[in-house]
């Protein structure tokens, strides 16, 4: 029994018999908010250690900014061991009125909120559960292809769903596009919630391959 699709192919290739490999996809329970918002920020959601990749995410935002003054404002909801290192880093480069952090959240009811005016979440090293969290309220997930994964990235389609990249500047660029082309990163909210509904909104379920 896997977690995603991906597995069943490697395995079966290696002489494994398809009817005794399922895949039993993780997933997170989901409250969204229905009214409209204008969607105007960054997420970034989960703990703040440094395996997530928060200094490539901070140094791309400040390139990106730096461009153009009118990028998203980033959110950090999530505690730990970098949040004061974080914070200091905000306060060198006066940027305390575009990067904010929440600490920890853990009301999917408050989440749903964020989220409602996200336009897309990001995670430059890390993809896991927050992923499906993203998509489940209707926001794209922005993280790296090589990135730390039980499984969770190939929910993502590059370009349809979300947004999977490879050298560090190009995350900068992905800043600066939610500026030019806000309406194709809304399309790309609009089918990661297709993807959640249509895939993922059970806590468990079983596809015989």
Excluded at 67 to 79: A, C, H, Q, T, W
Excluded at 92 to 97: A, E, P, S
Excluded at 129 to 134: A, E, G, I, N, R
């Amino acid at each position: 029994m896997f977690y995603s699709v991906y597995p069943i192919e490697k395995y079966s290739n290696a002489g494994w018999s398809r009817e005794k490999l399922f895949t039993a996809p993780n997933t997170v329970r989901v409250v969204r908010e229905e009214t409209p918002q204008k969607k105007d920020t960054i997420l970034f959601l989960g703990s703040l250690y440094p395996q997530k990749g928060s200094d490539e995410l901070l140094e791309q935002y400040f390139r990106a900014y730096s461009v153009d003054s009118n990028v998203p404002k980033l959110i950090f909801i999530g505690d730990g061991s970098e949040r004061a290192r974080i914070e200091s880093w905000i306060s060198q480069k006066n940027l305390k009125d575009r990067i904010s952090l929440t600490g920890a959240i853990y009301d999917d009811a408050v989440l749903g909120k964020y989220f409602s005016k996200a336009i897309v979440c990001v995670s430059p090293k890390q993809a896991g559960l927050t992923v499906l969290k993203s998509m489940g309220c209707g926001v794209a997930y922005v993280t790296r292809k090589d990135v730390i994964t039980g499984g969770e990235i190939f929910n993502i389609q590059d370009g349809i769903n979300g947004v999977l990249y490879e050298q560090q500047d190009e995350l900068g660029d992905i800043i600066l596009d939610l500026i030019k082309n806000p309406d194709k990163y809304h399309q790309m909210g609009r089918r990661a919630r297709e993807h959640y509904d249509q895939n993922r909104s059970r806590l468990i379920w079983w596809m015989d391959l």
